[in-house]
């Protein structure tokens, strides 16, 4: 009986903290679809899969459903992710060391106080108005990472290079950005 309440409060300790980070951040830690995920790898395969160590920065690295296979996948590059929630980041801690990640740093940070000038590919999962957000981010580095992919979201001020509609049921949208070549298309001082 005392196990089942120890599991209890901790279900519910976890749902706290969840439902917390989700009202803070405006979005759960729920995880790309395998689809999406399918794609971002075959994307990060084209963009720099043959490439000699790369940075790739997941921007909301949630439970690692994202950072490990890209880690996994690609051991040349530097695979990094910024979550705030809690258990999910924890959740990647345990995964990275359990697969022995030496690639893969995770960061429990807000994506928007960290420096991304290093990063050749952000990837992220986000809502329009941290959209708004990275974009008047990404707006005052003095070298923007080179590109920036993005599942469901585009960034304000910014021509997508690509964008995609994945054929499965979710019918995701995908934008693609080259951020090193591109000013912003409009002032995003207001947004
Ligand atoms: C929809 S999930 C995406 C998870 C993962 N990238 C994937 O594709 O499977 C978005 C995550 O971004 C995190 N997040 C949102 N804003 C953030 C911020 N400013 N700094 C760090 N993490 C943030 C949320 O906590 C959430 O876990």
Redesign the pocket.
């Known amino acids: 009986m005392s196990g089942l309440w120890v599991v209890g409060l901790l279900v519910l300790l976890v749902l706290i903290s969840v439902v917390t ?2 009202l803070i ?8 679809h395998l689809a ?2 399918h794609f971002i790898i075959q994307q990060t395969q084209q963009l720099l899969g043959s490439q000699a160590s790369r940075t790739l920065v ?6 690692g ?3 490990v296979p890209l880690a996994r996948r690609f051991p040349q590059h530097q695979v990094i992710g ?4 809690f258990f ?1 980041w924890l959740v990647s801690c345990l995964l990275k060391k359990l697969l022995g990640l030496d690639n893969l740093k995770l960061y429990r ?4 106080q960290a420096d991304l000038s290093q990063a050749d590919l952000l ?4 809502v329009r108005p ?1 959209m708004h ?1 990275l974009a008047a981010r990404l707006e005052h580095l003095d070298s923007r990472p080179r590109f920036l992919l993005s ?1 469901f979201f585009s960034l304000p001020g910014y021509s997508p290079l690509h964008t995609w509609q994945l054929p499965d049921w979710h019918q995701s949208p995908f934008y693609l950005y080259c951020l090193d070549k591109q000013q912003p298309t409009e002032s995003l001082n207001h947004v």
């Not at 997941?58 to 439970?63: A, E, K, P, Q, V």
């Not at 910024?82 to 929630?85: H, K, R, V, W």
């Not at 990837?123 to 986000?126: D, G, R, S, V």
């Open positions: 980070s989700t951040t405006g979005i759960s830690p729920q995880p790309s999406a995920r997941d921007l909301g690295s949630g439970w459903h994202l950072v910024y979550e705030l929630s999910p940070r807000n994506f928007l990837i992220c999962y986000l941290t957000k599942h």
